[in-house]
């Protein structure tokens, strides 16, 4: 059995990922390929939680800023998330991926409570952890949920999924030059305000030395060939060997 270079990751999936190429709301038929994209990556044996948003349904940043109370909002946004974990659950367990659904906020009708030493043990026995709900907390965003998750499982790598190949100096669609990176620093990240995840979630990931690799979801195959230790997209950590734009 070939090596694995990471055998737990946290998987972070934005809720806009979930829409397809729908305006909103949750596309069915791309659920299906992200489960087989997980089911893909699993057989390697990798141990695998997952982070989803809530922005396909509810972003809670965009309610207050209309007028919404933030707190009210921000838990409107959470769950959201439910939602969405429920429905990529579904998805896994169609294709034979058996996974598990925590929440920070208790609904123990649909899913389970967050507690940690389950979410080990539902690793150990090879199931799929959704980790859904935010921190349960208000002013905290899913990317930070991600840190703080993969922080607590030991996680030996953050997935931060997204539609671009990878972290770029500019906007790739509005600046046909930009450079992407192939390896950046968390400091980096922080000081040149680089859009990957919040400040909180870097910082975070910097302090418990936690790697996070920036990929396109829409290829298939990149979860797979990260996990086997492929050079896919960006990755952020302490003390890269090469932090330069090509």
Do not use: W
């Not at 990751?9 to 990922?17: D, P």
């Not at 190429?21 to 990798?46: C, H, M, S, T, W």
């Not at 294709?95 to 925590?102: L, P, T, Y």
């Not at 046909?176 to 990957?196: G, H, M, W």
């Amino acid at each position: 059995m070939t090596k694995l270079k990471y055998k737990r990751i946290l998987l972070k999936l934005s809720g806009e990922a979930f829409k397809g190429d729908r305006e909103y709301g949750i596309d069915p038929q791309f659920l299906v390929f992200i489960a087989n994209e997980l089911k893909n990556g699993i057989k390697d044996g990798v141990q695998i939680g997952i982070v989803i948003g809530g922005g396909n349904i509810f972003r809670g940043i965009s309610a207050a800023a209309n007028g919404m109370d933030r707190v009210t909002a921000d838990y409107s946004g959470m769950l959201a998330t439910i939602m969405n974990a429920l429905a990529l659950q579904d998805a896994l367990e169609k294709v034979g991926v058996s996974c598990r659904v925590q929440t920070a906020i208790e609904m123990k009708e649909i899913a389970e409570p967050y507690i940690l030493q389950r979410a080990l043990s539902h690793f150990e026995k090879g199931h799929v952890v959704i980790f859904a709900g935010g921190t349960g907390n208000p002013y905290f965003t899913t990317d930070t949920t991600a840190a703080l998750r993969a922080a607590e499982i030991h996680a030996d790598a953050i997935f931060k999924a997204t539609k671009v190949d990878g972290v770029y100096d500019s906007d790739p669609n509005k600046n046909p030059n930009a450079k992407r990176y192939t390896e950046l620093e968390y400091l980096d990240v922080l000081t040149d305000r680089l859009q990957v995840m919040d400040s909180t979630a870097i910082s975070l990931s910097m302090d418990n030395n936690i790697p996070i690799v920036v990929f396109d979801l829409n290829v298939p195959g990149n979860i797979k060939r990260i996990i086997d230790g492929e050079r896919i997209g960006t990755t952020i950590g302490s003390r890269p060997e090469v932090a330069h734009a090509e």
